[in-house]
Nanobody, 129 residues
Framework: VQLQASGGGLVQAGGSLRLSCSAS????????MGWFRQAPGEEREFVAA????????FVADSVKGRFTISVDGAKNTVYLQMNSLKPEDTAVYFC???????????????????????WGKGTLVTVSS
């Protein structure tokens, strides 16, 4: 399975970017997809995630109201629309995916990076002040 992210770049504060990430692999299906980010010198943190069925999205408080996640399960693709960007949003953004399990996924697990079994290489987002 490969996850390929795109859409990162340099933007001024207050601007917008849209990240996308597609998972590819023969017969691969996703149960959920999400985004995490890691700023320089910081630990990786949860940004947003959602079920591939489209039923349910989860967004970190730090980006709520500014970032919107959408998941297209048919295409194994996740998008992150980022508006009103701030310098503190500067980070490498990683997409992640979880394959289906026999049981569902508790809400708390969407926020944990250990819940995801496939990761992209990351795309850099730089917000200048």
């Amino acid at each position: 399975v490969q996850l390929q992210a795109s859409g990162g770049g340099l933007v001024q504060a207050g601007g917008s970017l849209r990240l996308s990430c597609s998972a590819s692999g023969r017969g691969y299906m996703t149960y959920s997809m999400g985004w995490f980010r890691q700023a320089p010198g910081e630990e990786r943190e949860f940004v947003a995630a959602g079920r591939s069925s489209g039923s349910g999205t989860f967004v970190a408080d730090s980006v709520k109201g500014r970032f919107t996640i959408s998941v297209d399960g048919a295409k194994n693709t996740v998008y992150l629309q980022m508006n009103s960007l701030k310098p503190e949003d500067t980070a490498v953004y990683f997409c992640a995916a979880r394959s289906p399990r026999s049981r569902g996924m508790a809400v708390s697990l969407f926020y944990s990076e250990t819940s995801y079994d496939s990761w992209g290489k990351g795309t850099l987002v730089t917000v200048s002040s």
